[in-house]
């Protein structure tokens, strides 16, 4: 297929040299020569195509040409926090929320749910309190007695209650678990306090998502929260900690995947478009090797438990602080052939034992030969800005952006690949 279009354009380039042509017609011919080496370039539209294409581009044209007279409200020219205000009003965004997503392959499960879903929906109870850590930071707890507060608890719904004005309440504690900021700007020179304020997210709502009531909710949400964007099947990443209740009951990882799994089934009875959602299991990317080697054995044996549903492993965390993967070459050696590993980092492509790699598919170029041996073992790529992935923990924010880079005929370990990705491959070959 490849060689096919590369002939073609090489004809229509031929045509072009010494040619004495119109200038119009030698632009014609030049912007069809690359239109044709694009991606895509060589697919033909049905009439219903054309039509639905039509309405798209004349509404994104007309959302251009407005971004020139008032580029103050031009969304793809502003940083995401000042401009999500303005996606929302877009006639394309609206378009393209209906269309179907195929699937969604990078996610991790406490960063998907919108913070204004989270504050208005899941802090109302009875029986939730907020303190401050050793370092000050505030964090949310249904457990006093075993919580790490260093300070006097307060119940958040005599707070509510309380407040002269509950929503800026209710704004003030949403500040703590989202990234939002009215000056983006100011963070962007400093890379350590993006990522300090983004892991300081997760400690303050570890405890809120722990608990087995709020756990169950906040994934009812989440495959709600899929649905709106149309997105039909997802692989996300968990670590399936043990939860608590108010019995003093400790649920076990095992317990919180079968817990997961039946949200799922009744999710998809209730919803037949979403075929569904498998869990990439993930831990933290610094340990010893013996805690890795731990991690391994959990793992497996989640997976033997539920190799349908818990279908691969994967470490998280800031990958410039974090553990080289090779430290864990000997830990990762022994995985189950019905299992993979979803990595991230750049770093990945130097391992060999990959499924998917995530992130940095984009140091391929510095790693030519390992790109030939990935296409032979089929293996695929997820290309995701780490800027934008950083800013993923919704405050009503939509979908993950991510880039997917087919490397072969393999799909997603759930046997639907992502509609986005390119079989580069197989048009090299």
Request: glycine share 4%; aromatic share 10%.
């Amino acid at each position: 297929m490849l060689l096919e279009l590369l002939c073609l354009c090489l004809s229509l380039l031929g045509q072009l040299r010494g040619a004495d042509l119109p200038y119009e017609t030698l632009r014609e011919r030049i912007m069809k020569a690359e239109q044709m080496a694009s991606l895509g370039g060589n697919l033909w539209l049905t009439a219903d195509e054309e039509k639905a294409n039509s309405i798209l581009m004349n509404a994104k044209r007309a959302e251009i040409a407005e971004g020139i007279k008032h580029p103050e409200k031009y969304a793809p020219a502003m940083h995401f926090f000042q401009g999500k205000q303005f996606v929302r009003q877009s006639e394309v965004f609206r378009i393209i929320q209906k269309m179907p997503k195929g699937a969604f392959l990078h996610g991790h499960n406490t960063a998907m749910v919108s913070s204004k879903w989270i504050v208005a929906n899941l802090t109302n109870t009875n029986n939730l309190y907020t303190c401050r850590d050793i370092n000050g930071l505030l964090i949310f707890t249904y457990d006093t007695a075993s919580s790490k507060c260093h300070s006097e608890e307060q119940n958040v719904c005599t707070e509510r209650i309380n407040a002269e004005d509950r929503h800026q309440y209710e704004r003030q504690l949403e500040r703590h678990i989202n990234m939002h900021s009215t000056r983006p700007e100011s963070l962007l020179p400093n890379r350590k306090k993006i990522w300090d304020r983004f892991e300081n997210i997760f400690t303050t709502v570890d405890r809120l998502y722990k608990y087995q009531p709020t756990y169950c909710a906040y994934h009812k949400r989440l495959l709600e929260e899929l649905c709106e964007d149309n997105i039909m099947y997802a692989e996300l990443r968990f670590s399936l900690s043990p939860l608590y209740d108010d019995n003093n009951r400790t649920y076990s990882s095992l317990d919180v995947a079968n817990q997961l799994e039946r949200i799922v089934e009744e999710f998809k009875a209730k919803h037949p478009d979403f075929v569904g959602l498998k869990v990439i299991y993930a831990k933290r990317n610094r340990a010893t090797e013996e805690k890795m080697a731990e991690n391994i054995r959990t793992f497996k044996q989640l997976h033997s438990a539920k190799p349908n549903f818990i279908i691969g492993f994967d470490m998280i965390g800031q990958e410039d602080t974090g553990d080289m993967l090779s430290k864990y070459v000997n830990e990762f050696s022994d995985l189950p052939s019905t299992a993979n590993y979803f990595f991230h980092a750049g770093e990945t492509s130097k391992l060999v034992w990959t499924h998917r790699l995530e992130h940095d598919g984009r140091h391929f170029a510095e790693h030519k030969a390992h790109w030939t041996r990935l296409c032979a073992a089929e293996a695929s790529a997820a290309v995701v800005d780490d800027q934008e992935a950083q800013h993923r923990h919704r405050g009503e924010s939509v979908v993950q952006p991510s880039v997917g880079l087919h490397l072969g005929s393999a799909q997603s370990s759930g046997q639907f690949s992502d509609s986005r990705e390119l079989s580069d491959c197989h048009l090299r070959r």
